[in-house]
């Protein structure tokens, strides 16, 4: 019960991962990313790029720490894409 109590009060930290940053932003996600260049259905890169897609998610973990203000989408280049 406490630890419901808990993360009802304090949340469930997220990351938004979108190649449309200007509509993103007016939805005031708590953190976004937005690969640079990336296309709609290859938030995370092309199939098959599994290295550079495992690059993204690390990165989305990374921003987990950052205090931004909530709408901010920031853009992150990935080589490879």
């Known amino acids: 019960m406490?630890?419901?109590?808990?993360?009802?009060m304090s949340g469930v930290p997220t990351?938004?991962?979108?190649?449309?940053?200007?509509?993103?932003?007016?939805?005031r996600p708590p953190r976004a990313i937005?690969?640079?260049?990336?296309q709609v259905g290859?938030?995370?890169g092309r199939p098959g790029q599994v290295e550079l897609q495992r690059q993204v998610l690390q990165a989305?973990?990374?921003y987990l720490n950052k205090l931004?203000?909530?709408g901010q989408v920031t853009t992150i280049s990935f080589p490879g894409y």
């Open 34 to 38: 937005e690969p640079e260049g990336f």
């Open 68 to 70: 931004v203000m909530p």
């Open 15 to 27: 990351v938004l991962i979108t190649v449309s940053a200007e509509e993103s932003a007016q939805m």
């Open 2 to 8: 406490a630890i419901q109590r808990a993360i009802e």
């Open 60 to 62: 989305s973990v990374e």
């Open 42 to 44: 290859n938030s995370l």
